[in-house]
């Protein structure tokens, strides 16, 4: 069918649609006009004939009133007593009639107010509109008045006013359909032209070539309409470009990356995968790899939780995962995607890291081990030599005798400190043991918070330093009482150290929805922010110089992060500069897991 054709259908039938809704609506609406006006005059008519009956305990006297009130009026005059029984009837005998007391309009009237209703009546057995009065009597009502109106009479009024409308509906319908056809003969040479050139579009050519296919012309608003359609095409076609030449790239760059990508959808199936992903889940290739679901791609489950939890959160998750027969360490990164709950999946094989961190672990645990027993030698003949030179008895010569001890205090100074340095090493490799687990067992945090306290009273009160302690009672912790003794002294000795003689320390504790917070807090030098970020570094100092000759090793805040991280904890700092330092240790509640997990 043409588009003329099918505009001047579209059109004349949306012109008969709306003369037919509105001869239906209008008529709808007479009718109820009618409806609600007659029943207005019933019960007009019903309340001023009330006004003029007589109360009905005549049957005579009741029944002429009816008869007359009636007479030549079309209507149907009834007289109901108040226990609803009929005293007259214009049309009927009141003794073949029954009780009235249970319709509507007469209870109405019966209370005192202006009843109307509308029924088939079982006395004539045609349908009537009734409305009943109350005839009033010292203020009560001594009787009911109703009058009846056969329904027909009323339906052959609205009846006529319906045929009005419907033909003015149709007369309507009749111009719409003309001034449709005029419509649709001006529209169709210009939409057949933009339908020529839409398919052109679609087709493939470009906006130039489409221009050819169909005149120009019609009305100004297609006019317009044709010139976005031509902007539009333009700008579909440099799109459609872009995002094959970003589609090129994108291929370019995953098959060129080491790590292995999978692009998966909202149900975790697999939209798209580079060769290194192919090779790590031996996948023969891209076609026979899309559509699946990961765990079918991949064949783990560990793999799958990582992309459910991504996708679950919407956040970026990552994890270190084993995958491959080979048993392959690797870092895998989940990040969401656009609307549709997609998600990319890259996995980078850290498999040579780890093992180079396990032989550094080893080198670092074996040749501390290996140093101990030679320091620890040195260190106990230089002591004993320092006994021994200054037990000497007098004589001799007096310049060498100060000379030769200060050399063995040297030695001495530092046999101690490669003792200290070693002692740490091997306290970080235990704790760095791959797979190690922690003994613990549930104490009060408040004892622990107080053998660290002794611990480092020695110092404290040779510096002058007060330690004020602050836990909170019945405060207890499933943690290793050793290990965080040992976290303890380390913070409470820094703090010994970098603080002004006199300078009060506090060491403190507490519960928050997270877990125990231990904290070791001093006013002494502070550290610059500069420094806060790698002060749990291994060897980090702030001031080198200054951490020698006060004999630190530069490994005890990375021995208490550790500590902190083998509990499933962590290690903080703030600092001012000038004003302190505040060290804090988080515990939380639960079982320990094993550090580097």
């Not at 009956?53 to 009133?65: I, L, N, T, V, Y």
Request: hydrophobic residues 50%.
């Amino acid at each position: 069918m043409s588009l003329y054709r099918r505009c001047f259908l579209l059109l004349s039938g949306a012109a008969a649609a709306a003369a037919l809704l509105f001869a239906l609506v209008g008529g709808a609406v007479a009718g109820r006009a009618c409806a609600e006006a007659s029943a207005f005059a019933l019960g007009r008519s019903a309340g001023a004939l009330a006004a003029l009956a007589p109360e009905g305990r005549d049957p005579g006297q009741a029944s002429a009133f009816c008869a007359a009130a009636a007479e030549g009026s079309g209507f149907r005059i009834t007289l109901v007593l108040p226990d609803g029984s009929v005293a007259a009837d214009s049309e009927a005998d009141p003794a073949s009639m029954g009780n009235h007391g249970d319709r509507p309009e007469l209870r109405e009237a019966l209370a005192g107010r202006v009843g109307t209703a509308r029924r088939r009546s079982a006395t004539l057995g045609s349908e009537l509109a009734y409305a009943a009065a109350p005839v009033l009597r010292g203020g009560r009502a001594a009787a009911a008045l109703r009058i009846a109106a056969l329904v027909p009479t009323i339906d052959a009024q609205v009846a006529k006013a319906r045929w009005a409308i419907a033909a003015s509906a149709l007369l309507l319908a009749a111009l719409a359909a003309a001034a449709a056809a005029a419509f649709s003969r001006s529209l169709a040479l210009p939409l057949a032209g933009l339908a020529s050139r839409a398919r052109a579009y679609a087709s493939g050519e470009l906006p130039a070539a489409a221009r050819r296919a169909a005149p120009r012309g019609g009305p100004a608003e297609l006019a317009t309409l044709e010139l976005a359609l031509e902007a539009m095409a333009s700008q579909l076609d440099e799109r459609i470009r872009g995002a094959e030449a970003q589609g090129e790239e994108l291929e370019a760059v995953l098959h060129s990356m080491t790590e292995a990508v999978l692009a998966l959808d909202g149900e975790l199936r697999v939209r798209l995968v580079n060769p290194a992903a192919l090779a790590l889940f031996g996948l023969g290739s891209a076609a026979e790899a899309l559509g699946r679901g990961l765990l079918e791609a991949a064949r783990s489950t560990e793999l799958e939780a990582l992309a459910r939890s991504c996708a679950g959160a919407g956040a970026s998750r990552r994890a270190e995962l084993v995958l491959g027969p080979a048993g392959r360490w690797f870092r895998a990164l989940a990040s969401p995607y656009g609307s549709s709950g997609g998600l990319v999946l890259a996995l980078e094989d850290e498999t040579e890291l780890k093992r180079l961190e396990r032989v550094r672990r080893d080198f670092v645990a074996n040749v501390s081990h290996e140093l101990r027993t030679p320091v620890q030698v040195i260190k106990g003949f230089a002591e004993s030599l320092l006994e021994q030179v200054g037990s000497f008895p007098e004589g001799g010569d007096p310049e060498a005798r100060p000379t030769a001890l200060r050399h063995l205090a040297i030695v001495a100074r530092n046999a101690s400190r490669m003792e200290s340095l070693i002692g740490d090493l091997l306290s970080l490799a235990q704790l760095e043991r791959e797979g190690a687990r922690i003994e613990v067992e549930e104490v009060e945090v408040g004892r622990l918070l107080e053998e660290a306290a002794e611990a480092v009273a020695p110092k404290a009160e040779a510096k002058g330093a007060r330690i004020g302690l602050s836990c909170p009672e019945g405060l207890r912790a499933c943690v290793n009482p050793g290990l965080v003794v040992q976290a303890l002294v380390n913070l409470l000795d820094n703090a010994v150290k970098y603080s002004p003689p006199g300078g009060p320390i506090a060491l403190s504790a507490s519960r928050d929805d997270a877990g125990i917070r231990i904290e070791v807090r001093d006013q002494g030098l502070g550290i610059p922010a500069k420094d806060l970020g790698r002060l749990f570094e291994r060897f980090y100092r702030v001031d080198k110089a200054r951490s020698r000759e006060l004999g630190g090793t530069g490994l005890g805040l990375a021995i208490v992060k550790h500590i902190a991280l083998a509990h499933g904890g962590s290690a903080s700092v703030e600092s001012w500069e000038g004003e302190g330092s505040a060290f804090r240790i988080l515990l939380p509640q639960g079982e320990p897991r094993a550090p580097g997990s």
